[in-house]
């Protein structure tokens, strides 16, 4: 009887932990191929104009980045390098790419049971973005059409930009919106 206690309370707390991942749609609406890249949790890939990459971002990830990669070329190893945003020559990121480079900040499940992001061109701006939430009902939008745009981080010590949602929200990011 305590064996099926324990798995029905291992499957509660793994549907739990899964409820509150955020899912992240991540569109090219560019005329030309990104390659998008993410971090912490590494990740990379071509995403061809008109495609969608969605990944599953775990509950309690903080500082995640994503952002564009552009005029990259790789082999079949997944070397190479890129113009812009390029992540020490690796298809699938595990470091922050090197500038210029427009960013897609966030936290997630963060202080108050809140997800916290932003967009950033404090290191240079490579690829117009736009970062929204998409499920809990709420629509705090953020918005970089070029490397002035108010909506984005411009120094480090501008602190206005970070908006929230609730945790477990779900997110779109949009290259060319």
Known sequence: MSLIKISLLSLFTLCLISAQAARFDIVNQCSYT?????????????????QTWSIDIPAGTSSGRIWGRTGCNFDGSGRGSCQTGDCGGALSCSLS??????????????????????LSVIDGFNIPMQFAPTSNGCNKVRTCREKSCPDAYQYPSDDTKTVSCPGGTNYRIVFCP
Do not use: K
């Not at 990104?34 to 008109?50: D, E, I, K, M, Y």
């Not at 500038?99 to 108050?112: D, S």
């Open 97 to 118: 790419g090197q500038p210029p480079l427009t960013l897609a900040e966030f936290t997630l499940n963060g202080g108050n049971n809140q997800d916290y992001f932003d």
């Open 34 to 50: 990104v390659w998008p890249a993410a971090t912490p949790s590494g990740g990379g890939r071509q995403l061809n104009s008109g």
